[in-house]
T-cell receptor, first 116, second 112 residues
């Protein structure tokens, strides 16, 4: 079974530029998560989708970050404009069912973003 | 106070020893608890999940949960150099869907 796919794996941009990340979850997984992991910290949830609806985006900086999950499968996360503090690894994860407290989340390889 | 706290380490143990990793959490209503392993430059990989008080064993790994004291621990028996990684404790509060709150992670180094 293929795992969670993400692209690109690495991205370097100048501040104030825009960037987009793509995620393809495990086939059949209903719930998709985007996490931000800053160096030396644990992942922090940015947004959770169940199918193509948003469940939780309370920690998404909506003035610059946006995300969508079309047709309940692939998802894109966009940052516009980027700031220096956005330098981090962006992890996509998916889980099989409705995102309940026993759901196991499987992580993709991540996209390492460097903002100069 | 952080919601999920871990000692950042590094924790250094000799090969073959027991490594003990600890995690405390602040929300008494938290429902489920997870340990992820993260090698440098890689993504988190689930090792154990635990939902009720007591011990849960899987191979060389044992997770321990004490909800009254609000702590969860991970024991690694017969530690191997390949166990050297950062171990992340994650907590699901139970009232926010699948949202996980992660600690900062404990770096474990197993010396041959």
């Amino acid at each position: 079974e293929a795992g969670v796919a993400q692209s690109p794996r690495y991205k370097i941009i100048e501040k104030r530029q825009s960037v987009a990340f793509w995620c393809n979850p495990i086939s059949g997984h209903a719930t998709l998560y985007w996490y931000q992991q800053i160096l030396g910290q644990g992942p922090k949830l940015l947004i959770q989708f169940q199918n193509n609806g948003v469940v939780d985006d309370s920690q998404l900086p909506k003035d610059r970050f946006s995300a969508e999950r079309l047709k309940g499968v692939d998802s894109t996360l966009k940052i516009q404009p980027a700031k220096l503090e956005d330098s981090a690894v962006y992890l996509c994860a998916s889980s099989l069912s409705s995102g309940g407290y026993t759901d196991t989340q499987y992580f993709g390889p991540g996209t390492r973003l460097t903002v100069l | 106070q952080k919601e999920v706290e871990q000692n950042s380490g590094p924790l250094s143990v000799p090969e073959g020893a027991i490594a003990s990793l600890n995690c405390t959490y602040s929300d008494r209503g938290s429902q489920s608890f997870f340990w992820y392993r993260q090698y440098s430059g890689k993504s988190p990989e689930l090792i154990m999940s635990i939902y009720s008080n007591g011990d849960k064993e899987d191979g060389r790994f044992t997770a321990q949960l004490n909800k009254a004291s609000q702590y969860v621990s991970l024991l690694i028996r017969d530690s191997q150099p390949s166990d050297s990684a950062t171990y992340l404790c994650a907590v699901n509060r139970g009232n926010q869907g699948g949202k996980l709150i992660f600690g900062q992670g404990t770096e474990l180094s197993v010396k041959p």
